[in-house]
């Protein structure tokens, strides 16, 4: 399974980025192997709209099943479900504490979106 998180950096010490859309990277690991990759988001990043569908769209054609967020808004979190990418949102402060928190199974599945749309 491939699990997606938000950062800014490029391991998973990288903060947590609280924006889904216009996060800075995507960092998807992989549990079966316990390897990842990290994937640029930049041209996401200054989109003068469309960020979240098109990150969303990004995160889908990678193969995550899940992705580990701050936040998440609604047309995102629409393709998310539509392409049956579970979305968790955290409070973590890295892509390596979020990722044990969901190890550990305290990350629950979110039923709809938490933020409205062109949260900046």
């Known amino acids: 399974m491939k699990i997606?998180?938000?950062v800014s950096e490029t391991d998973l010490d990288s903060p947590i980025d609280s924006?889904?859309?216009?996060?800075?990277?995507?960092?998807?690991?992989?549990?079966?192997?316990?390897?990842?990759?990290v994937v640029d988001n930049q041209q996401n990043l200054n989109a003068a709209q469309g960020a979240?569908?098109?990150?969303?769209?990004?995160?889908?054609r990678l193969g995550a099943e899940c992705l580990v967020t701050g936040h998440c808004g609604?047309?995102?979190?629409?393709?998310?479900?539509?392409?049956g990418v579970k979305v968790y949102t955290t409070e973590a402060t890295t892509a390596a504490e979020a990722l044990e928190q969901f190890r550990l199974g305290n990350l629950t599945p979110s039923t709809s979106a938490d933020k409205d749309g062109h949260w900046a």
């Not at 924006?19 to 990842?36: C, I, Q």
């Not at 979240?52 to 889908?60: D, H, L, N, R």
């Open 74 to 83: 609604p047309k995102a979190f629409r393709v998310l479900n539509a392409a």
């Open 52 to 60: 979240g569908i098109q990150s969303a769209e990004t995160v889908a």
């Open 4 to 6: 997606a998180f938000t």
């Open 19 to 37: 924006r889904f859309g216009r996060a800075a990277k995507f960092l998807v690991y992989d549990l079966v192997t316990e390897t990842f990759e």
